[in-house]
């Protein structure tokens, strides 16, 4: 069935460091990605999202990669701060039409920043 | 700007009791989502609202769960009764249209005994 999962349920990296968190699709029809980050009681942040049209795409600090060839796509931070430690999910928006407005999550990667 | 609404932020109840979830959208934003998230997982979608019409709700639980956006702006998400499976936090989202950025409340904790 179509997926959207990550590669690695954890991520530790040292203050400073650039992170890169990596997830999976396994519809080739999707076209449109989001990255969230969820903070312990709080609901999914958006961070960056990217269309099929794009292979990359920059914010402030964060850069998102879309391989589509392989169904990839990451999300690489860089200076990490222990202020983003959090459950990154990478998540799908439909695959189109009458589909869009449908989030597919993946499960999740907890990255934990040490000072 | 104002995010997404939700209250409570906690409710404790026992099993086959009633409970309600309220949610207010960003302001303009015409689709709302209500989502299901367990414990380690992703949310996953319940209902999705096009102004008051419910547009896609083929994961809601129906003999239990429903959900309501009368006038198009806020909306309630009621189960009745719980169960003990029903314990997860459910959140809310919004966005002006189902292909634009989804933006999530704080979500209200459920803890179902």
């Known amino acids: 069935g179509e997926s959207v999962g990550l590669h690695l349920p954890t991520l530790s990296v040292q203050e400073g460091d650039n992170s890169i968190i990596n997830c999976a699709y396994s519809?080739?029809?999707?076209?449109?990605f989001i990255w969230y980050k969820q903070e312990s009681g709080k609901g999914p942040q958006f961070i960056i999202d990217?269309?099929?049209?794009?292979d990359k795409r920059q914010g402030q600090r964060v850069t998102v990669l879309l391989n589509k060839t392989v169904k990839h796509l990451s999300l690489q931070i860089a200076a990490t701060q222990p202020g983003d430690s959090a459950v990154y999910f990478c998540?799908?928006?439909?695959?189109?039409?009458?589909?869009?407005?449908?989030?597919?999550f993946g499960q999740g990667t907890i990255l934990t920043v040490h000072p | 700007e104002a995010g997404v609404v939700q209250s409570p932020r906690y409710k404790i109840i026992e099993k086959k009791q009633p409970v309600a979830f309220w949610c207010n959208p960003i302001?303009?934003?015409?689709?709302l989502y209500w989502y299901l998230q367990n414990l380690g997982q992703g949310p996953e979608l319940l209902i999705r609202?096009?102004?008051?019409?419910?547009?896609?709700d083929s994961q809601l639980p129906k003999d239990r769960f429903s959900a309501e956006r009368l006038k198009g702006v806020d909306s309630t998400l009621k189960i009745q009764p719980a169960e003990l499976g029903d314990s997860a936090v459910y959140l809310c989202?919004?966005?002006?249209?189902?292909?634009?950025?989804?933006?999530f409340g704080p979500g209200t904790r459920l803890t179902v005994l």
């Open positions: 302001s303009g934003h015409n689709t």
């Open positions: 609202y096009e102004n008051e019409e419910a547009v896609d």
């Open positions: 519809n080739s029809a999707s076209d449109y």
């Open positions: 990217i269309r099929s049209n794009m």
């Open positions: 998540a799908e928006n439909g695959a189109g039409g009458t589909s869009y407005g449908k989030l597919t």
């Open positions: 989202a919004s966005s002006l249209a189902g292909f634009d950025t989804q933006y």
